[in-house]
């Protein structure tokens, strides 16, 4: 090859990518990556920087170099600007790129092939959501890792150099603080030293008990949910039926989705023909001795192995590292079959075709989707930036929010990086925001129409309409409106907003909660139907628990609910209404306790703190 | 001897560590985010006496019922549907008029036979019109002085009938409106 093909060769795969997830490259941030955003926020010591890293966030995950490390660094060095979180995420793509045109080359005997694999893998549509969504940068690190470690391993076998055996073993280790995918690792190596060096198999193993170790103290530190999305599922029938799922998602694409109006049954015969085309070709390799076929199909299974107990969590990116196995096997075979006569060059070629055809427009159409809404996303949080600016003592209320601006730029808490500490949504807009109770609750941002007109009345309160790209102060409009006077089923009482419904028994707010003294009052709307529960979470100081458990005692409206003994730091009980309350439009809750007590260098009388008061 | 730009990995490795360090604090910045200007009440008048569809920045008046603009131009309504106006000059002692620009599509007729729209002014109920033939409207009302009192007045509309959702379209569809106005007498 000479120098100006080999650099066309190695260059071409990161510029192909670029052109084909452009919209990825300039989207904003969204949903997830506020919150990780926000971790910078809590870093005030060693300490906690350490548990910042390494503690279990997020459903259990522990990745400080792709999500921690990653959103903490670049926060701390460039704030909200975009670009270098995609420079870093792109550089650590085209990496991967060139790993896998070297190693497709090295599968399949051929250049061509390993060429054709990363153009395979670019267009696939599961590769929009990590290269265009910075919270899913995980797949993204934990794939050059992967790929390293092999790339490192097939030199050690091509070499038998120590040193490249060494190097597989840090890149291994490191990538465990990537993703949990790495801990397939030893087996994606044990199964290529299987079918194409078994000199190497025993020595392969070596790897497993890292892996063991790793699964062993993951599940100790971050105990597998077992209930709700996360929850895994071990019947054989049902890792079946979701990997058959992830394969037709990879062969095809996610969400089997047509594009161009073409019928579903044409999709599904479409990836019926792939799979049967990719098989075939898989046993053909084989009985020609080109064991490294199987390798492929091999590296698809264990790569998306991790993620098949999570039945009810099936998500379009998960296919992205897989299928990248899939991608050499199906380059292989395209060259393969072009090198042959005119009926298989036909079919190879209508095979690529019909893969890229199926994938790609819908690669784009996820891509520019991802875009899109991170453009909104950054039009308000850099508008909310503005009306702060201008506002600094007067808490945001935002009205028109839809589901889609909700879930994706408000529900993470971008405000916080702002400095806002409490946004508000108008209750007309909760109206065309959907439900998502297993993401988040929107009654956290909901402020009831009696508090809001209050607020507005006394100024404490802006309303900002977010229907356009540029945030319009709409208040005097707003409140010339006629509104409902509802007072709020839920009462945070670290809500600046909500301050009239305290007794002016109760402190001042510190941070997210407020603490009472011996007594006081909150008052709230009545339960709307029957069957629900005044929920009240808090918390006690040790120092407080030390004289034995705090007891609670709560009445509504005068009458007695309940007591609770409050043994513990934190506490969160639930008393249940009497039926009489129903669709009053106000009811005063009283809370007491038996003890009070005073914190060093604080005077002041200590009952409880309080972090939400609901009736639900 | 060799030149002082060579080769060497670990010289270039170093070169890249010590960029990075040099630049890192250059990088830092007070402010974290991009501050975009926002559209304060001053920047706009507070109220329009004329609310056109295609408008967005008039959106907010349109108080419920009104659906996403469509082709630039228009919305559809449902059944039921507010928008907020400013009086104009003397309407309290003049009244004024209300117009709603309006069309009724074919696919209204055709299922609905005839539709009646009924309005009413801060509560002061006006002559409903009943439309049997799709096309264009104007809907034009006298408003009675006395209906109008403060900088803002409310106008609810009201179909006796609206096509309901079925298929596809999940909205509940009643006209479709261009704009709505009050003027002087």
């Not at chain 1, 309160?461 to 089923?489: C, E, F, K, M, W």
């Not at chain 1, 709307?525 to 628990?545: E, F, H, I, M, W």
Request: net charge positive; proline share 7%; aromatic share 12%.
């Amino acid at each position: 090859m000479s120098r100006a093909r080999s650099a066309a060769y190695w260059l071409s795969p990161p510029l192909v990518c670029l052109a084909l997830h452009w919209c990825d490259f300039r989207a904003w941030f969204r949903t997830d990556d506020f919150a990780w955003l926000g971790l910078t926020r809590w870093i005030y010591s060693w300490r906690a920087l350490w548990y910042a890293l390494f503690l279990p966030l997020a459903e259990g995950t522990i990745r400080p170099w792709s999500e921690r490390a990653f959103f903490m660094a670049g926060y701390s060095l460039f704030g909200l600007d975009v670009l270098p979180y995609r420079a870093v995420i792109f550089a650590t793509q085209f990496g991967s790129l060139i790993l896998v045109a070297w190693i497709g080359r090295r599968l399949s005997g051929s250049a061509a092939a390993g060429w054709l694999a990363t153009l395979f893998w670019m267009a696939n549509s599961s590769t929009s959501m990590p290269l265009g969504w910075a919270s899913a940068y995980n797949q993204v690190q934990c794939g050059l890792f992967l790929l390293a470690a092999f790339a490192l391993l097939l030199r050690y076998i091509e070499t038998g150099r120590r040193g490249y055996w060494m190097a597989q073993w840090v890149v291994f280790v490191l990538g465990f603080g990537s993703l949990e995918t790495m801990i397939v690792y030893p087996a994606v190596a044990a199964a290529y030293a299987l079918v194409c060096a078994p000199r190497y198999f025993r020595r392969t193993l070596s790897m497993a008990p890292v892996s063991v170790a790793y699964f062993l103290i993951h599940r100790a530190v971050a105990p597998p949910a077992t209930a709700g999305d996360y929850a895994m599922h071990f019947a054989p029938a049902s890792l079946l039926s979701t990997l058959f799922r992830y394969w037709t998602w990879s062969v095809g694409p996610v969400y089997l989705r047509p594009s161009y109006g073409a019928p579903a049954w044409l999709v599904a015969a479409l990836v019926a023909l792939l799979t049967i085309g990719l098989s075939a070709f898989a046993v053909n390799r084989w009985r020609a001795g080109q064991r490294a076929a199987a390798f492929c199909l091999a590296w698809f299974v264990f790569v998306i192995a991790p993620v098949l107990p999570l039945r009810d969590h099936v998500s379009e990116y998960y296919p992205y590292l897989p299928v990248i196995g899939l991608c050499w096997l199906g380059s292989w075979a395209v060259v393969n079959g072009w090198r042959r006569g005119p009926a298989f060059k036909f079919a190879a070629c209508a095979a690529a075709a019909a893969y890229l055809f199926m994938v790609a427009p819908q690669m784009r159409a996820a891509s520019r989707w991802s875009y899109r809404v991170t453009v909104r996303a950054r039009n308000l949080v850099e508008g909310l930036a503005g009306a702060h600016q201008l506002h600094p003592r007067q808490q945001l209320v935002l009205d028109g929010v839809d589901s889609e601006l909700f879930w994706h730029a408000i529900r993470d808490h971008a405000s916080h990086l702002l400095g806002i500490e409490h946004l508000y949504i108008t209750p007309e807009s909760v109206a065309h925001i959907e439900v998502h109770e297993d993401i988040g609750d929107i009654g956290e941002f909901l402020v009831s129409g009696g508090v809001l007109a209050e607020s507005l009345a006394d100024g404490r309160a802006l309303v900002y309409d977010v229907r356009n790209p540029r945030l319009r102060n709409i208040t005097t409009l707003y409140a010339s409106q006629p509104h409902s006077g509802d007072l709020p089923l839920r009462i945070d009482p670290s809500d600046p907003l909500i301050s009239n419904l305290l007794s002016p028994d109760w402190y001042p707010i510190e941070i997210d909660h407020r603490w009472m003294p011996a007594r006081a009052f909150v008052t709230m709307s009545g339960p709307p139907r029957r069957g629900l529960a005044l929920y009240l979470n808090g918390s006690v100081t040790s120092q407080q628990l030390a004289e034995g458990p705090v007891t609670l005692k709560v009445a509504v409206e005068g009458a007695a609910l309940g007591t609770a003994r409050i043994g513990a730091n934190g506490f969160e009980f639930h008393f249940s209404l009497p039926d009489s309350l129903v669709g009053k439009p106000q009811v005063v809750v009283d809370l007491g306790v038996n003890r009070i007590f005073h914190a060093p260098g604080d005077y002041r009388d200590l009952g409880l703190s309080f972090g939400l008061i609901a009736i639900r | 001897m060799q030149p002082f730009i060579s080769n060497s990995p670990q010289r270039l490795a170093a070169a890249l560590v010590l960029g990075a360090a040099l630049l890192s604090p250059g990088c830092k910045r007070d402010q974290k985010v991009q501050v975009q200007p926002t559209i304060e009440e001053e920047d706009t008048p507070r109220l329009a006496s004329a609310v056109r569809m295609n408008d967005p920045k008039l959106a907010p008046q349109l108080v419920n019922g009104f659906y996403p603009i469509e082709s630039n131009s228009w919305r559809w309504t449902a059944k039921q549907f507010s928008v907020l106006l400013r009086p104009p000059t003397a309407a309290a002692q003049r009244g004024a008029v209300l117009s709603l620009e309006f069309s009724v599509p074919d696919p209204v007729i055709e299922k609905l036979h005839a539709v009646t729209l009924k309005a009413s002014v801060e509560g002061t109920a006006l002559p409903p019109e009943t439309y049997t033939k799709p096309g264009p409207y104007t809907f034009k009302r006298d408003i009675p002085a006395g209906a109008i009192t403060g900088e803002s007045v409310r106008i609810d509309f009201a179909l006796d009938k609206a096509m309901p959702p079925a298929g596809a379209e999940r909205r509940e569809l009643g006209v479709v409106a261009a704009s709505v106005s009050l003027s002087t007498k």
